[in-house]
């Protein structure tokens, strides 16, 4: 299973957008890239998933590297329930989604 | 529509005996996972199954767990005896058709066990 890295921690101001980066020179052809968030104690939910295009839902944005080795999960205005640790995720066909650590997100009011 | 329902939320055991948990997917999925998460880290996958068959169970410790889908719908895992470092949040997640690069996974609120 192709790996990710992400920073461990980012803080954010209240209404400002925020950035959140993904590493991932391994990535394969057929991989797509998921990113999953985690509030606290629940569960994690889907966010966003791209291949090769940006994307766009009411969540978030995904703006993927021309050479797909990285990608950037961007929230557009950061609100106080969009603190969460964040998954950044590859995943080809038949493979299993493998969670590192990802990224605690804290956002100050 | 329902989410994925997990039951008990929280456990509390002492260490030797038997625990269960319990899983309901959302309806139509194929698709169910067993996740375990320790605190500070993601969940890594136990078992994965496809219908009523566990097409990965690769990493489930086999000497204490063990899970089942009956009848292709809702899951129990098991851990016969616990030990104190099986504490840890057990998540169930279902996908429509849990191969697919694409697809995504819903997940539970998880079931919190500890084990003292």
């Known amino acids: 299973d192709a790996k990710t890295t992400q920073p461990n921690s980012m803080e954010s101001n209240e209404e400002e957008p925020v950035h959140l980066p993904c590493n991932h020179s391994?990535?394969?052809?057929?991989?797509?890239i998921h990113w999953y968030r985690q509030l606290p104690s629940q569960g994690p939910e889907y966010v966003i998933h791209?291949?090769?295009s940006n994307v766009n839902n009411r969540m978030a944005s995904l703006a993927i590297a021309e050479d797909r080795k990285s990608s950037t999960l961007i929230l557009h205005r950061a609100t106080l329930r969009d603190a969460a640790v964040y998954y950044c995720?590859?995943?080809?066909?038949?493979?299993?989604?493998?969670f590192g650590p990802g990224t605690r997100l804290s956002v100050l009011p | 529509e329902a989410g994925v329902v997990q039951s008990p939320r929280y456990k509390i055991i002492e260490k030797k005996q038997p625990v269960a948990f319990w899983c309901n997917p959302i309806s139509g999925h194929n698709t169910l996972y067993w996740y375990l998460q320790n605190l500070g880290q993601g969940p890594e996958l136990l078992i994965r199954y496809e219908n009523e068959e566990a097409v990965d169970d690769s990493q489930l410790p086999k000497d204490r767990f063990s899970a089942e889908r009956l009848k292709g719908v809702d899951s129990t895992l098991k851990i016969q005896p616990a030990e104190l470092g099986d504490s840890a949040v057990y998540l169930c997640a279902s996908s429509p058709q849990g191969g697919t690069s694409y697809n995504e996974q819903f997940f539970g609120p998880g079931t919190r066990l500890t084990v003292l």
């Open positions: 995720i590859l995943r080809g066909n038949g493979q299993n989604f493998v």
């Open positions: 791209g291949l090769t």
């Open positions: 391994t990535i394969s052809g057929t991989d797509y």
